[in-house]
């Protein structure tokens, strides 16, 4: 089974930053999918950002330019950099692993842009 914990989380003014991290446990992630994915009051979970096992990243259009996606498969841990964070960057933030057709997810953790 694995376990995702996210963190890093909080709440920031606009145009300020934040780093999420999430760790996995297990041996299958260095060949996972990971994801970053958000979700607002009253709104359907989106994709923010993905990265695949060779390094290839994928961005929402809302957020290109701004956050980073990375990992570091020593230490099983996958990290988005939000950069110029906006209001409209509020919501949770969950991790998603992603390997042989199967999604587990994270718990989740809270980011508040005031403005």
């Known amino acids: 089974q694995v376990q995702l914990v996210e963190s890093g989380g909080g709440l920031v003014q606009a145009g300020g930053s934040l780093r999420l991290s999430c760790a996995a446990s297990?041996?299958?992630?260095?060949?996972?999918?990971m994801g970053w994915y958000r979700q607002a009051p009253g709104k359907q979970r989106e994709l923010v950002a993905t990265?695949?096992?060779?390094?290839?990243?994928n961005y929402a259009d809302s957020v290109k330019g701004r956050f980073t996606i990375s990992r570091d498969n020593a230490k099983n841990t996958v990290y988005l950099q939000m950069n110029s964070l906006k209001p409209e960057d509020t919501a949770v933030y969950y991790c998603?692993?992603?390997?042989?057709?199967?999604?587990?997810w994270g718990q989740g953790t809270q980011v508040t842009v005031s403005s």
């Open positions: 998603k692993l992603t390997v042989v057709l199967t999604d587990y």
């Open positions: 297990g041996t299958i992630f260095k060949i996972a999918t």
């Open positions: 990265i695949s096992r060779g390094g290839t990243t």
